[in-house]
């Protein structure tokens, strides 16, 4: 199965960037879809984004549809999430995600494997 490891938070004002990653390692990358869950305090962790395993196909939750872009290296090992023009609302720790690509799109947190432990993202106003 595969690990991941998710890096990149950090603290940014209202309107500011960051750019996560999430390093996956046990198993062939290109093997699986990827997505970006995330989880705000006293709130369920909810869906974010999705890529496919050869960037043929990305979904975005609509919360953040326009300012934040999924992407992945496959020769890396490694996805991302380029966060733009981030909100207070936007603070959560955020969790990168596998699931195998054979299986259809989903975004429920049921459906994927490999959890890391997160990377807090904090904006403040």
């Known amino acids: 199965q595969v690990q991941l490891a998710e890096s990149g938070g950090g603290l940014v004002r209202t309107g500011g960037s960051l750019r996560l990653s999430c390093v996956a390692s046990?198993?062939?990358?290109?093997?699986?879809?990827m997505a970006w869950f995330r989880q705000a305090p006293t709130k369920e962790r909810e869906f974010v984004a999705y890529i496919s395993p050869f960037d043929e196909n990305t979904h975005y939750a609509d919360s953040v549809k326009g300012r934040f872009t999924i992407s992945r290296d496959n020769a890396k090992n490694t996805l991302y999430l380029q966060m733009n023009t981030l909100r207070p609302d936007d603070t959560a720790v955020y969790y990168c995600?596998?699931?195998?690509?054979?299986?259809?799109?989903?975004?429920?947190?049921?459906?994927?494997?490999?959890w890391g432990q997160g990377t807090q993202v904090t904006v403040s106003s």
């Open positions: 046990g198993r062939t990358f290109n093997l699986y879809t």
């Open positions: 995600a596998a699931r195998s690509a054979v299986l259809m799109y989903t975004t429920s947190t049921r459906d994927y494997v490999g």
